[in-house]
């Protein structure tokens, strides 16, 4: 299923089978069909016609996921450290929290902080809903999570051309390419999934974010003036913004 297709399911119960697994990340068959209360037979059913439309899959432990067109995992290797870029699962949420809040711990990186506490508490990473989509790639050194870019839509007629951005490195491996090459990524899926235009905004203090967006081609659209107050002090917030 593609982030860009509209979410059609033809009967009641495989609409409340999706946004139970889409709610949680992943679930149990067992449980879903526990929880919601709806027969054996029937349960099977509708799990088998939301696999054959490519809303879910399941694999042989009977867990159900949202299943996404997120494309294949990329290696690279800079010098001497080798990584392989991919789409986020499920079970990368523990790690992307870290490292969210690793490199936004100088409270620097507000929009990502934010994404970082709402993944942590919804305990789902990607979602695809009536409301929002919201998707992850990472970036992994012997499948550890030291990278992320991460993307979010509101499902809005008015806005459904747009999708926000955030993107971060652990410090011990920047240097290597590998923010570019999440960057890219996630501008390609954006593209792909008929996005026009990304944003994102920082306060002024962080410099190195936004000339580094600058290097990828962003430009500055708008500054709050005294938008944060970090530490005590009052900080510009700098909108930036990329057309596809």
Request: no cysteine.
């Amino acid at each position: 299923m593609e982030f860009s297709e509209k979410l059609e399911f033809g009967h009641e119960d495989r609409k409340r089978i999706y946004e139970y697994v889409e709610r949680h990340g992943r679930a149990d068959a067992d449980e879903v069909q526990q929880s919601l209360r709806i027969d054996p037979g029937g349960f099977r059913h509708h799990v088998a016609i939301l696999r054959r439309d490519g809303y879910l899959s399941e694999d042989d432990d009977d867990v159900l996921t949202v299943s996404l067109e997120t494309g294949a995992e990329e290696e690279f290797i800079d010098e001497d450290v080798e990584f392989v870029i991919r789409p986020a699962r499920q079970e990368d949420l523990t790690g992307i929290v870290g490292a969210i809040r690793q490199v936004a711990e100088e409270g620097t990186y507000i929009v990502a902080e934010t994404v970082a506490d709402e993944i942590d508490h919804q305990e789902a990473l990607l979602r695809h809903n009536e409301l929002e989509s919201r998707m992850f790639f990472v970036a992994t050194v012997n499948d550890d999570v030291v990278g992320w870019v991460h993307l979010h839509a509101p499902e809005l007629d008015k806005l459904s051309h747009t999708a926000e951005l955030t993107v971060g490195v652990l410090d011990e491996y920047t240097g290597h390419g590998i923010g570019s090459h999440l960057l890219e990524r996630g501008l390609e899926w954006a593209g792909s999934n008929n996005y026009e235009k990304v944003y994102q905004s920082a306060p002024s203090t962080n410099q190195n974010a936004i000339e580094f967006l600058k290097a990828h081609g962003w430009e500055t659209e708008a500054v709050r003036e005294d938008h944060y107050k970090i530490n005590g002090e009052y900080v510009d917030e700098v909108m930036m913004a990329v057309k596809l």
